[in-house]
């Protein structure tokens, strides 16, 4: 009768120790895919960011391209209108000479 209850206490603590890892080790599992669905969605987020940094970029890129063009034709309209007024500034001149010429 001792040795039966013994067994019987045997079994029942080997039931409880595996019902207690049962259970830590569905927490486990229930902690780990928490973690991993963390980590999907964390990468979802940053593939997100890094799309929109790189619209950003080529957005960027292209303002500064249409700059550098504007500046471009804004030099050669400055170059354009420089040589005009150092035409017309030498038609003053001749002008003022031919002027000067007349009144002596």
């Given at each position: 009768?001792?040795?039966?209850?013994?067994?019987?206490?045997?079994?029942?603590?080997?039931e409880?120790?595996?019902?207690?890892?049962?259970?830590?080790?569905?927490?486990?599992?229930?902690?780990?895919?928490?973690?991993?669905?963390?980590?999907?969605?964390?990468?979802?987020?940053?593939?997100?960011?890094?799309?929109?940094?790189?619209?950003?970029?080529?957005?960027?890129?292209?303002?500064?391209?249409?700059?550098?063009?504007?500046?471009?034709t804004?030099?050669?309209?400055?170059?354009?209108?420089?040589?005009?007024?150092?035409?017309?500034?030498?038609?003053?001149?001749?002008?003022?000479?031919?002027?000067?010429?007349?009144?002596?």
């Open positions: 009768s001792l040795r039966s209850e013994l067994n019987h206490i045997h079994a029942s603590a080997i409880h120790l595996r019902q207690t890892h049962h259970q830590e080790s569905a927490a486990a599992k229930a902690e780990l895919e928490k973690a991993l669905e963390d980590n999907r969605t964390q990468e979802r987020d940053l593939l997100s960011r890094i799309s929109e940094l790189q619209e950003e970029v080529s957005r960027r890129k292209s303002h500064i391209a249409q700059l550098d063009h504007q500046i471009h804004l030099n050669e309209n400055i170059s354009t209108l420089t040589k005009e007024l150092e035409l017309k500034g030498k038609e003053v001149l001749k002008i003022r000479s031919e002027a000067n010429q007349q009144i002596r």
